[in-house]
């Protein structure tokens, strides 16, 4: 039986759905010498863009870390990267699109990870019915907050494709399931009101859907290791659980996060096609469901982890309500510049919403004179934090 060749449905030239997934919301300057290609332009747009930059000090899974070997955001994003490239190249799919993609799809990550999404989600429920979730924060980011200078000196927005905005807000959910396929419709990408609501709108970016779950595995159970989370009677249990999996001999200096990407990557590039979707074997699925578990269980829910929680929102939670003091209509920037006694808060959260708002700027996003709007440029703002700048804006805010 032939199967359909993955090059075939790549986003290339030759896809019929090539306009569609190149177009911008608005015109991008061209250079006549330009050598890139559109998605390449994507990626390098993000690359250069300051909330990427960000991602070195935003929290992967161990909170603030002072351990430099420890995995932050940005070493996520780049493993993503890496494995969506080496897949898309072996199965004949575009590697451009899933590069600009994985860079990109952590961009609207709160500081300290998951839990700063519930935090910021819980904050924002309480004024709004919008919803706060990290994939539609990252294309809003993408969309609107970001901005990069243009031939003319001026400030402008990434103005991304679709097909890399498509794969940032759409790259959630489950991958060890189901076989998964791209969605076959066309959708405005802002209308989405919840994670994982579709697939991607094409193979590349369902890619990186699998790439992102399939990274972070290995890596997170060596970090654990690293801080003294897991130790060795944990570590041999874990070897024990592999084993029984793969029913394969496994010896402790097996179980790395390279051994684990290389076994499910070569998995799905035996077990895939665009007739039967990207899938795994029954024996690959069986060590993410093990993996899941044993970290669910022993990293995850660790009392060390835990702990910081518990200061995550109270930090959080005092930077949002001590910002929402100075909230007085026509005079919320005069108030905020008058923060003398805290200099972070006055320069930077000034900058920001002289930057944003309408107040400052004709084109300006939101209408801080409304405290509605006002509490929103406060979530966005927090959520482009660095951990270690939300601690420092905590510690000057508490400090006499």
């Known amino acids: 039986m032939r199967f359909t060749p993955f090059y075939e449905v790549a986003a290339t030239e030759n896809n019929p759905r090539w306009a569609e997934l190149t177009a911008r919301r608005g015109k991008l300057y061209s250079r006549t010498d330009d050598i890139r290609t559109e998605f390449f332009r994507d990626y390098n747009r993000i690359l250069h863009s300051q909330a990427y930059g960000r991602l070195k000090q935003k929290t992967q899974v161990f909170f603030a870390p002072r351990n430099g070997h420890v995995c932050t955001r940005m070493e996520h994003v780049n493993h993503v990267a890496s494995v969506s490239y080496s897949l898309c190249k072996q199965l004949g799919l575009n590697t451009e699109l899933a590069m600009a993609i994985a860079i990109g799809h952590d961009l609207g990550h709160a500081p300290f990870g998951h839990h700063g999404e519930t935090i910021l989600a819980d904050l924002m429920n309480e004024f709004s019915h919008d ?46 399931t189901h076989a ?54 944990l570590y041999k249990k874990l070897v024990h659980l592999v084993k029984d999996a793969l029913g394969e001999h496994i010896q402790v200096q097996d179980v790395t996060n390279t051994f684990l990407m290389h076994k499910f990557m070569i998995d799905l590039c035996k077990e895939s096609n665009p007739d039967l979707g990207l899938t795994f074997s029954p024996e690959s699925l069986e060590l993410m469901h093990v993996l899941r578990t044993f970290s669910e269980t022993y990293i995850y829910d660790h009392p ?28 919320t920037l005069r108030n905020v510049r008058g923060l003398h006694r805290y200099p972070l808060t006055s320069q930077f959260f000034g900058d920001w919403l002289e930057k944003y708002s309408s107040a400052a700027q004709e084109d300006g996003i939101y209408d801080i004179t409304d405290q509605h709007q006002y509490k929103r440029v406060i979530i966005d703002y927090i959520s482009g934090m660095t951990d270690d700048f939300a601690i420092n804006s905590f510690n000057e805010i508490i400090t006499f």
Not at 183 to 199: C, D, F, T
């Open 304 to 331: 060390r982890l835990k702990t910081f929680e518990k200061h995550a929102k109270g930090v959080l939670q005092l930077i949002f309500d001590r910002l929402l003091i100075m909230w007085d209509g026509d005079d």
């Open 180 to 233: 998964v396929f791209p969605r076959e419709e066309y959708i405005e990408l802002e209308s989405m009101i919840k994670p994982a609501q579709y697939e991607p709108y094409t193979w590349e970016g369902c890619v990186v859907k699998i790439a992102d779950k399939i990274s972070f595995f290995g890596r997170d159970i060596e970090d654990a290791a690293e801080l003294g989370i897991i130790d060795g009677d």
């Open 131 to 176: 919803k706060f979730w990290h994939e539609r924060n990252s294309l809003w980011f993408v969309d609107r907050i970001e901005t990069l200078p243009g031939p003319d000196g001026k400030k402008y927005g990434l103005n991304l494709t679709y097909a890399v905005r498509d794969g940032i807000i759409c790259h959630c959910g489950e991958v060890d």
